[in-house]
């Protein structure tokens, strides 16, 4: 096909592969759910709302589909596009026509879908910035295990050989094959997919909460979804933790006051998704570091109420309805539990050092993370999440929540693990001490990170 407008060597390319919204071709899950009429025309909705977003960014727009022509509704939206088949055979060989039809003609190349209506625009800004900084691939997560996104300078010969596509560990084979090529990986904030009645449910929320913007989705959900609002959401920053994060996902999962469990992972090599996943949780890779874990995992949440749990923290089994009855007093813009510090087998006599921590829940003004910190989303987005940086950020939030309104301590105490107090006492008990008066008198959260060394 010729292409409607030129290309722009000086310009990025953002490719949006996609299938004609045709009824029986697109969507067939949720046809097998609303039939499919009604999925050919959530597709068209999902492809003019993700056009409008992406024709906004400064890079060339190329739509690279399954057919000659985009047909019906949709060809408005894709005017002045360039436009280009996917060729032939199966997705890996066709992402790989694409890509080297694409890619020498600009200086970086991003592909994505369009079943992501609503993606916040600032997700795809931080990928081309961070192509157009150096990086040399960029993944964006998806939690169904996929990919949303993928951006490119070079593609190697193979890229796509062997993926195991629609897979729970696509994403994560995406990810191997391009560090096995050489590739060094940057991985931005993390996404849904619309695939299943569920994920129309969660955008519904999503949309009926002012949280995202797509229009002609918004339009074409309404005969079709009647979503019950998400009351709270439970979010678990993990990285390493295959031996905890399963019992915790469950824990969190059976609750009956907690409408979604997200996991946000920062890279784990061991099993810390697969067990995530088959505890029940949703389960994304994000960018790595807890701050940027849990602000990712809050944006993904439909929920009104967030509570954040690390992954070695055992909550009470009625941990949401505490939560909900402290945020139902308006007075209250958050809060924490008071924390009980487990030895987990140290020899006793460390009973006293460990427990410091444990007073400290119950007397200071300004919780931290590990005493499972608990916000409405109003309040928390009002402050601006979690700063991004490297430590400290749990106590940074709480001081900015605490000038908004109070922070109440909950009881039955959250359990936290003592390992690291056990495997280093003095050192430990010294952080634990020291450091939050130290980044309240000014010293920097770089600085008491690298003295820190374990950040997770």
Known sequence: MAAVSGGGADRGAVVLVVKPPRAGEVKTRLGAAFGDDAAAALAAAFLADTLATVRTLDAEVVV??????L????????????????GDGDLGARLASIVQRTIADHPWILLIGADSPG????????????????????LGHALDGGFWLLGLRRAPAGLFDGIPWSAPATGAAMAARL???GLAVTTVAP??????PRDLAHLHQLIAAGRVEAPRTAEALWPVARPRPARLAAVVPALEEEARVGALARRLVADPAIDEVIVVDGGSADGTVAAAREAGAAVVVGPRGRARQMNAGAALAAADALVFVHADVTPPSDLGARVLDALSDRRNVGGAFVTWTSLEGAPSWLGPLVHLADVRSRVTRLPYGDQAMFARRRDFEAVGGFPDQPLMEDLELSLRLSRRGRLPRLRPPVEVSGRRLAAAPLRT??????????????VPPALLARLYRAVR
Do not use: K
């Open 119 to 138: 993606m916040p625009r600032e997700n795809y800004c931080s990928a081309i910035r961070a192509l157009e900084g150096g990086a040399e691939a960029v």
């Open 191 to 196: 996404w849904f997919d619309v695939d299943e």
């Open 64 to 69: 690279a589909t399954t057919a000659d022509a």
């Open 71 to 86: 047909p019906g509704p949709i060809a408005p939206e894709a005017a002045g596009l360039r436009h280009m088949s996917q």
């Open 179 to 181: 560090r096995a090529l």
């Open 429 to 442: 008990t010294l952080i634990w001490n020291t450091f939050p008066t130290l980044y309240r008198r000014g």
